[in-house]
């Protein structure tokens, strides 16, 4: 299990202040994969904003895995008590997860021997559609977990990381 706590910066309760990913069967990542992650959860603990519907307010550990084909919330408080569990369905990802690790490999592989304005234009379509698996994150959360846009790109960037596999 890789984590990270922060119970400073943003006084609300609404927001994350701890973040675990179940990492049991991802295998050795590339450093650019790891800087990836590390700067999302750095990112994602300094400023969120998180609360699950039907819940007074947190703040709140995550646990996120990768559980029988369902991307899992686990919720908790900050004495570890669960607060609430939301499955999702990984399917709906596939298909944007795949894409966006193929446009990814294109974008690290142009970093080394691409112009700069060949290496901008792939990152452009690396941020499309890192933004629109932002967005399918939230309107699959809708009614179940409210966030915003910039949580929901730092957490799509750790789904992305719990697709890795061997």
């Given at each position: 299990m890789s984590g990270f706590d922060s119970e400073s910066g943003n006084a609300s309760r609404d927001r994350?202040?701890?973040?675990e990913l179940d990492e049991r069967s991802v295998v050795r990542r590339s450093a650019e994969v790891e800087h990836e992650r590390a700067v999302a959860i750095y990112?994602?603990?300094?400023?969120n904003m998180f609360r699950p519907f039907?819940?007074?307010?947190g703040p709140f550990h995550l646990h996120l895995s990768i559980e029988e084909g369902r991307l899992k919330f686990d919720i908790r408080d900050t004495s570890d008590l669960e607060r609430a569990c939301v499955l999702l369905?990984?399917?709906?990802?596939?298909?944007?997860v795949r894409d966006y690790f193929q446009v990814c490999e294109s974008y690290y592989d142009a970093i080394k021997r691409m112009t700069p304005s060949q290496i901008?234009?792939?990152?452009?379509?690396?941020?499309?559609l890192h933004n629109d698996g932002s967005q399918l994150l939230?309107?699959?959360l809708e009614g179940k977990i409210e966030l915003d846009f910039k949580t929901a790109r730092r957490?799509?960037?750790l789904?992305?990381?719990l697709h890795i596999r061997g």
């Open positions: 994350i202040v701890h973040i990112d994602l603990i300094e400023e039907a819940d007074d307010g369905p990984v399917m709906s990802f596939r298909r944007i901008e234009a792939i990152d452009m379509g690396r941020r499309g939230l309107d699959r957490l799509f960037t789904i992305c990381v």
